[in-house]
C-alpha cells in the first residue's frame, strides 16, 4: 500500500481556513458576546478578525470585558492578542 504524502503547507492552510471559517459561538464566547457580535454582523473569526477593538467597542454593551473575553477566545485557538503600542 502506498501513499501520497501531503504537502504541510496544503495541511496548514487547511487548519487556517477552517479556524477562520468557525462561528463566533464556536470558539467558547458567552451568549451574551455572540449576540452582541451577531448583532453588529460578526459571524465568523474572519469577521472578528477584520474588527478593531474600537469597533469592537463601539458595540453596545460591548466593554473591556468582553473585549479581554474575545482576546481569551482568539488566543485559544491560535491567534495572538494585538500589541498595545509603546
Known amino acids: 500500500m502506498t501513499r501520497v504524502p501531503l504537502n504541510h503547507a496544503e495541511l496548514a492552510?487547511?487548519?487556517m481556513?477552517?479556524?477562520l471559517e468557525m462561528s463566533?459561538?464556536?470558539i467558547g464566547l458567552a451568549v451574551r458576546t455572540t449576540n452582541c457580535l451577531e448583532e453588529?454582523?460578526?459571524f465568523t473569526v474572519d469577521d472578528l478578525l477584520h474588527c478593531t477593538r474600537e469597533d469592537l467597542l463601539s458595540i453596545s454593551n460591548f466593554g473591556e470585558k468582553t473585549l479581554d473575553e474575545v482576546y481569551k477566545a482568539l488566543e485559544e485557538i491560535g491567534f495572538r492578542r494585538p500589541?498595545?503600542?509603546r
Do not use: H, I, M
Open 83 to 85: 500589541q498595545a503600542p
Open 13 to 15: 492552510n487547511q487548519g
Open 24 to 26: 463566533t459561538a464556536e
Open 17 to 19: 481556513k477552517d479556524r
Open 40 to 42: 453588529k454582523g460578526v
